[in-house]
């Protein structure tokens, strides 16, 4: 997500961190890197404009001019405007009082809306509401269908009618889906140009009809300027309140994300970050700044384990944690529950500091399953007591994982060095450590390498 923008902003800043004191010379130096960074990533041009003049003034005030660390001043500003740039304020949608709360989705063909309000049902499931989606989009050949089997697959009803009046299909599934008692109703329409006028009246003849608490356009973020022209467009004819932007994950740019916001004046509500069902988020602006110039993103990171981690798992690694035991049952356990929370690469750009370390290396999520086939290989008896694993009970798991007894014992070593840690955490004592060693081969899992502490010499005293 990014990755080409994040690539060249954190180039350009990264001469100004290092240096002691700033001068204009190299502040011009590098907003023409920036300049040049946002408009590879196809950023509006006078949305472009805007941002490096808003930063070169701030960044050539007296206040960072003058400051201890005048480059870490500068890259707070590029962030703070960033996140300005993006959209402040809360992504939440508006619920009303008196239910049902009706979210209208409006968009392009081909631009993953149907998915994207099963996505949003979903998501809205997981909120506590009780959802419904209402099919109202009658163009598509096999649209309702489509919308019907995702519903099935996330337990959300979904209210269709086969007449070609969309207007006649919004009445009827809102009705319905009220006299269901469900609090939430998000309505799938026929993707239309905007420059087609007979499917853009129908919009807004089926805006009147449904009375929205919630307007959202959805955008593909892959195409970049196009979709801020597209935005502009509906903007026009059928005003919005927000905008859904899908395919976020493949976009290596970021134009659409950047622009959308400047140029409409209506914020990024939600953004889609991968295929599956549950990989609809709410969007914050200063997280995705963070995440754009590499200082991770602690909240999501935090959000994430909470959907990932039932609140019985979190506990009984928290009474391990207490104990400082940490068995191949737990080990088992903590690798399922991180790879519930999505792709590991993903996940690790959360961590602040540990996505620029990252940037470049391949990690290899079957490797994941070599760990767990070796896990598995072992008995009861073993996972619970690894002390009791000698030499031929190491061959035989290997052989039963297919692996080598090296990656067991490395697996071994690694499970040693996580049970101190937590023995030190149970203490009250936070590890300190230099880093991650490099990949040792043959797919075995990195080893956390402790610092060493630097003893004081004894010197001899005096002899006269």
């Known amino acids: 997500m990014f990755d080409t923008l994040s690539d060249r902003l954190q180039g350009a800043l990264g001469d100004l961190r290092k240096r002691g004191t700033l001068d204009e010379e190299s502040i011009s130096r590098a907003m023409r890197e920036i300049r040049l960074a946002l408009l590879e990533a196809d950023v509006n041009l006078d949305v472009v404009k805007d941002f490096t003049a808003r930063v070169r003034e701030r960044a050539l005030g007296q206040d960072v001019v003058k400051s201890v660390t005048p480059g870490q001043q500068v890259v707070k500003i590029v ?81 269709s009618d086969e007449r070609s009046d969309p207007v006649a299909a919004v009445r009827d599934g809102l009705a319905r889906a009220q006299a269901d008692g469900r609090d939430t109703i998000i309505l799938d329409t026929a993707g239309r140009l905007h420059v087609d006028e007979d499917l853009m009246d129908e919009l807004a003849r089926v805006r009147k009809e449904a009375r929205p608490h919630n307007v959202l356009l959805v955008l593909d973020a892959m195409t970049g300027q196009e979709a801020v022209r597209v935005a502009q467009s509906f903007q026009e004819r059928v005003a919005f309140d927000g905008v859904v932007l899908t395919k976020l994950d493949g976009d290596a740019r970021g134009g659409a994300a950047l622009s959308v916001k400047a140029v409409t004046g209506r914020p990024i509500k939600l953004v889609s970050v991968g295929e599956k069902l549950d990989q609809l988020e709410y969007f914050h602006p200063d997280r995705m700044a963070s995440r754009i110039l590499g200082m991770g993103d602690v909240l999501s990171l935090v959000e994430k384990a909470e959907l990932a981690f039932e609140e019985d798992e979190q506990q009984a690694m928290e009474d391990r944690i207490r104990k400082g035991k940490f068995t191949f049952d737990d080990f088992l356990s903590a690798q399922r529950m991180l790879r519930r929370m999505g792709p590991l690469q993903g996940v690790l750009k959360l961590i602040p500091g540990l996505g620029a370390q990252l940037k470049d290396v ?45 990656q067991v014992n490395r697996l071994l070593d690694a499970r040693k060095q996580m049970e101190k840690m937590m023995k030190g955490m149970s203490k009250g004592k936070m590890p300190q450590f230099a880093g991650l060693s490099p990949d040792p081969g043959n797919g075995a899992p990195a080893r956390a390498v402790p610092r060493k502490s630097k003893k004081k010499k004894k010197h001899p005293k005096n002899r006269r």
Do not use: C, F
């Open 79 to 159: 962030h703070d405007e960033l996140t300005a740039l993006m959209g402040t304020g809360d992504s939440r949608l508006v619920y009303t009082s008196k239910q049902p709360t009706v979210i209208l989705l409006a968009g392009l063909q081909g631009s993953g809306k149907t998915t994207a309000a099963a996505k949003l049902a979903l998501l809205l499931r997981r909120d506590g509401k009780q959802p419904a989606l209402v099919a109202a989009d009658l163009q598509r050949p096999a649209a309702i269908e489509q919308l019907e089997q995702l519903g099935r697959q996330i337990q959300v009803p979904v209210y």
């Open 362 to 406: 391949d990690i290899d999520e079957r490797e994941l399953k070599k760990v767990e086939a070796i896990v598995l290989s072992m008995t009861p008896h073993e996972r619970n007591t690894p002390h009791v694993i000698d030499g031929k009970r190491r061959l035989r798991i290997a052989k039963g994982s297919g692996t080598s007894v090296q």
